[in-house]
Structures are given as structure tokens and as C-alpha cells.
């Protein structure tokens, strides 16, 4: 198997983890502080992978360039506000909608990698993402009074809106990075995948920490204090999602962001491993099919 395909995998069980956390925090602080968590207390984490790799491994740094900046302060700023729109759905009733549209994000993916980056898809991986992404949709909303048909006449609600809306800046920020990662190669002896994804991270969640501390200084000064209250589970946040963005950094500098995107479904596989291991949860017939039509779009992605 692939280098790419194992990250990814061990990446999204890393998501899986953190997206449970950040919701518990939600509930700790608003909108703007369960954000601000994910980057700022994964900044340290983010520093010390990067230190690591130099100092211990023995890596080279590279040598940003304009082309490097650019992406990556795209990629940033696009994820801030996918991930602040994803966050803020949870406070709506019908917040299942809207995070079935938020997972078109490979599909949105592959159409910003083909204007961006001239990568273009075989029938055969547009066949696949399609699939998965139909999957995680019907996931989404299987325990909701809303059947498929329902969901696809609900394009035009609101929650439905902030859900594309969000897909859309999580789709960018993956091919931003992506095209980040892959502009530090030319300053390289060779190409190294790892330092490449280490410091794009270490970058990008630097200019998020910033950007967002100096909003909530500026516009939610008392957001400060319950972040402050919640620094235990905030910091747990912070250490697995910085791990899992490595993850998922190393595997976008090997593969095209959309393809690692609709390998990532799995972390879905992995939510309902546990809910019915653990919490002995029983798994639907609709969310049995959707986790189906995930397993098959993987597959057939890595067997074309």
C-alpha cells in the first residue's frame, strides 16, 4: 500500500478524534473560541515537528518563495473560515444538512486542483468521489427526519448554504496547500515530503494563531477568558489536530488533494467503529449503505 494511503488513514483517525473534542468545546465557548483551539493550541505541536525534523532528523530547511506565500496565506484563511462556518452550523437545529453539503469538499477539490493546478481526474476517480461523497451526505443526515430525497430539495435552505459554503474553503484550502507544499521543492537537494508538509504547517498555523488572536482581541476580547477555562481538553485538541494536519500535509505533497480527500472519508468508518464498540451504539440501514458507498469509492479509487 502506498505511503500516502497509511497516512491519510492514520490521519483521519487523528480527525476523527479532534472533531469529537471540538464539539465538546463548543459548548464551553462560542464559535470563534472552538476555532481559534484547533490553531492555537496546535501551534506549539506544529513548531516542534518541524524543530524535530531539522534539528534531530536532520533535514534542510527550505526556502520560501512568493509562490509559497501566496498559497499558503489562501490555504490559512480559507480553513479558518471553513472550519468557523463547520463550527457554527452545530448551532443550528437542522445543523445535519448542512454538514452533509460541507462533505462535497473532494468533489470542490478536484474542480480547484483542475483550474489551479491543471490536475485533471479520470471518469473513473470523478465515478469514485461521487460516490463517497454521496455516502458521507446520506451518513449525514441518517438519523434526521430527512430522507435523500428531502436532502437534495434542501439545497436552498440556509443551513444547506454555509455546508456548501464551507466544502468550498475546505476544498481550496487542501489544494492551496498542496500547491504551498510542492513550491518549497525547488529550494530542496530533493524533494522531501515531510519537511515540505512541516514547515507549510508550522507557517500556515502561525499566520492563523495571529490572525485569529488579534480578531478576538479586537471584536470578542471575552472569548479570551473561556478558552483560558478550557485549556485541558484545549490542548489535548490542539495535539491531535496539529498531528493529524501533518498527516494530512504529508499526503496532499504525495497525492492530489481530492483523491487523499475521498481516501479521508474513512474517519467516518472510524466514528461508527466506535460508536458501536464503545458506546454499543446500533448503526442504521441508512447509515450501513453510506458507510458502503464510502468502502466502495475507496476502493475503487485505489484499484483504478
Excluded at 115 to 124: P, R
Excluded at 166 to 188: K, M, N
Excluded at 212 to 227: C, F, G, H, S, T
Amino acid at each position: 500500500m502506498e505511503t500516502w494511503v497509511l497516512i491519510t488513514v492514520a490521519a483521519a483517525f487523528l480527525q476523527n478524534i479532534r472533531s469529537s473534542m471540538q464539539k465538546h468545546l463548543k459548548g464551553a465557548m462560542g464559535t470563534t473560541g472552538a476555532t481559534f483551539v484547533r490553531f492555537g493550541f496546535g501551534l506549539p505541536f506544529a513548531l516542534l515537528y518541524l524543530l524535530l525534523l531539522w534539528r534531530v532528523a536532520g533535514h534542510p530547511l527550505p526556502v520560501p518563495n512568493a509562490t509559497f506565500f501566496l498559497w499558503a496565506a489562501v490555504g490559512g484563511m480559507a480553513q479558518i473560515a471553513a472550519t468557523f462556518l463547520l463550527v457554527h452550523l452545530f448551532s443550528f437545529r437542522n445543523f445535519a444538512v448542512g454538514t452533509a453539503y460541507s462533505r462535497t469538499e473532494p468533489a470542490q477539490a478536484a474542480l480547484f486542483g483542475l483550474i489551479f493546478l491543471g490536475e485533471k481526474a479520470s471518469q473513473g476517480t470523478l465515478v469514485a468521489i461521487a460516490i463517497s461523497v454521496v455516502g458521507v451526505m446520506l451518513i449525514s443526515v441518517a438519523r434526521t427526519t430527512l430522507s435523500p430525497r428531502s436532502l437534495l430539495t434542501s439545497v436552498f435552505s440556509r443551513t444547506a448554504a454555509i455546508g456548501l459554503l464551507s466544502g468550498t474553503f475546505f476544498g481550496l484550502s487542501a489544494v492551496s496547500y498542496r500547491s504551498a507544499s510542492l513550491a518549497l521543492a525547488p529550494s530542496l537537494p530533493t524533494p522531501d515530503y515531510m519537511m515540505q508538509a512541516s514547515f507549510t504547517l508550522g507557517f500556515v498555523i502561525l499566520l492563523q494563531t495571529v490572525v485569529m488572536l488579534l480578531w478576538i482581541v479586537a471584536r470578542e476580547p471575552d472569548e479570551l477568558k473561556r478558552i483560558g477555562a478550557a485549556w485541558k481538553p484545549a490542548f489535548i485538541v490542539g495535539f491531535v489536530g496539529s498531528s493529524a494536519s501533518f498527516g494530512w500535509f504529508m499526503a496532499m505533497t504525495l497525492q492530489q488533494a481530492a483523491i487523499v480527500k475521498v481516501v479521508a472519508q474513512v474517519e467516518m468508518l472510524f466514528t461508527f467503529a466506535s460508536s458501536f464498540f464503545v458506546f454499543r451504539e446500533w448503526i442504521n440501514r441508512l447509515e450501513l449503505f453510506g458507510c458502503l458507498l464510502i468502502v466502495l469509492g475507496v476502493v475503487m479509487l485505489l484499484v483504478l
